[in-house]
T-cell receptor
Framework: GIQVEQSPPDLILQEGANSTLRCNFSDSVNNLQWFHQNPWGQLINLFYIPSGTKQNGRLSATTVATERYSLLYISSSQTTDSGVYFCAVRDSSASKIIFGSGTRLSIRP | DGGITQSPKYLFRKEGQNVTLSCEQNLNHDAMYWYRQDPGQGLRLIYYSQIVNDFQKGDIAEGYSVSREKKESFPLTVTSAQKNPTAFYLC?????????????FGQGTRLTVV
């Protein structure tokens, strides 16, 4: 099955810094999503981005499907950005949704 | 409000008991999923369903069972055969079966075996 790898596994930054999170996948995928898991465990949808680039405020994402990776950019980090960021892809049959192991982001005030 | 509702939020179970976690959605989505998350880990797929009256095992189905009798509902039963059931359980849904649409998650159920 498809393997999804996220890097780095942990990231500690000062408030105001910028960060780039990476998601690599081992095979062609039909779509890709980025989620933020808050301290209460809820998964918040950030981007649905099978290809191309999207922006939402301080966050943006780029997926290069032909090269099998996606990047999530967070600019001017705030303490509320802390949490775990997951990328998830669908396999070729579009039936399973497969998650990476996540990047744990800690923003220090 | 449209969305996915999981209940209860917290659940305690004695060893040897079966317990059922509820997942209901009013998004008119065809596909529904159950994931398990252990502390500090990612999400692992337990079962998924693309359409009513049909479901498939995911990567860690042993000790779990599901049903999909209604489009809106996909309950998960954690049986006594599940050796380590204490975990955070998340339910998700997405649009048409086998069509690439965005998935949405419920708020999760924390199950603790006492």
């Amino acid at each position: 099955g498809i393997q999804v790898e996220q890097s780095p596994p942990d990231l500690i930054l000062q408030e105001g810094a910028n960060s780039t999170l990476r998601c690599n996948f081992s095979d062609s995928v039909n779509n890709l999503q980025w989620f933020h898991q808050n301290p209460w465990g809820q998964l918040i949808n950030l981007f649905y981005i099978p290809s191309g680039t999207k922006q939402n405020g301080r966050l943006s994402a780029t997926t290069v499907a032909t090269e099998r990776y996606s990047l999530l950019y967070i600019s001017s980090s705030q303490t509320t950005d802390s949490g775990v960021y997951f990328c998830a892809v669908r396999d070729s049959s579009a039936s399973k949704i497969i998650f990476g192991s996540g990047t744990r982001l800690s923003i220090r005030p | 409000d449209g969305g996915i509702t999981q209940s209860p939020k917290y659940l305690f179970r004695k060893e040897g008991q079966n317990v059922t976690l509820s997942c209901e959605q009013n998004l008119n989505h065809d596909a529904m999923y159950w994931y398990r998350q252990d502390p500090g880990q990612g999400l692992r797929l337990i079962y998924y369903s693309q359409i009513v009256n049909d479901f498939q095992k995911g990567d860690i189905a042993e000790g779990y069972s599901v049903s999909r009798e209604k489009k809106e509902s996909f309950p998960l039963t954690v049986t006594s055969a599940q050796k380590n059931p204490t975990a955070f359980y998340l339910c998700a849904s997405s649009g048409q079966a086998r069509v690439n649409t965005e998935a949405f998650f419920g708020q999760g159920t924390r199950l603790t075996v006492v």
